[in-house]
């Protein structure tokens, strides 16, 4: 099945530094999503891609939807204590369902204050 | 806000027990989704109902069912739980054709002794 490669695993930062995951994917994506994932809750929705070059932010956050629409980054700006948590790549393939993503193995994001 | 609510944050199950776990949205999304959870392999589809009534495997459907009797409601059943259930299930749900990006309930961590 599709497979997302998610690099790094974790990164232990201190607070202020500036922070960045990518994805990576064999295949085409049609879409990109990144989720945030807080100790015991469920996954958040941050940033939402459509289109290949799109770069979008939400405040200090800003993904970018890769031009060969085979992978994603996301980078967090000025980080702070509460940006702890895990982050995910999601993706839906261009040939694949509709209705099924891909997701990431996440990178567990550690923030040093 | 889209609200998408499990039943139980933590449970408890014996081996052998059937177990239900129940997701209820409020946006009147048309697909809802179940997956589990572990350490290392990231989130897997184990079913998604892109209507009433209407129901498909995902990636690892072995050792559940589901149930859709009503649009909001989404369950996710364990006919005989075994202790390699033992996850984190967590819902989602998204509208349209299914490009719209999936949101997340805060999971349930199931423990089955």
């Known amino acids: 099945g599709q497979q997302l490669n998610q690099s790094p695993q974790s990164m232990f930062i201190q607070e202020g530094e500036d922070v960045s995951m990518n994805c990576t994917s064999s295949s085409i994506f049609n879409t990109w999503l990144w989720y945030k994932q807080d100790p015991g809750e469920g996954p958040v929705l941050l940033i939402a891609l459509y289109k290949a070059g799109e770069l979008t932010s939400n405040g200090r956050l800003t993904a970018q939807f890769g031009i060969t629409r085979k992978d994603s980054f996301l980078n967090i700006s000025a980080s702070i204590p509460s940006d702890v948590g895990i982050y995910f790549c999601?993706?839906?393939?261009?040939?694949?369902?509709?209705?099924?993503?891909?997701f990431g193995k996440g990178t567990l994001l550690t923030v040093n204050p | 806000d889209v609200k998408v609510t499990q039943s139980s944050r933590y449970l408890v199950k014996r081996t052998g027990e059937k177990v239900f776990l129940e997701c209820v949205q409020d946006m009147d999304h048309e697909n809802m989704f179940w997956y589990r959870q572990d350490p290392g392999l990231g989130l897997r589809l184990i079913y998604f109902?892109?209507?009433?009534?209407?129901?498909e495997k995902g990636d690892i459907p072995e050792g559940y069912s589901v149930s859709r009797e009503k649009k909001e409601r989404f369950s996710l059943i364990l006919e005989s739980a075994s202790t390699n259930q033992t996850s984190m299930y967590l819902c989602a749900s998204n509208t349209g054709g299914g490009n719209q990006p999936q949101h997340f309930g805060d999971g349930t961590r199931l423990s089955i002794l």
């Open positions: 999601a993706g839906r393939s261009s040939g694949g369902s509709n209705y099924k993503l891909t």
């Open positions: 109902s892109y209507d009433v009534k209407m129901k």
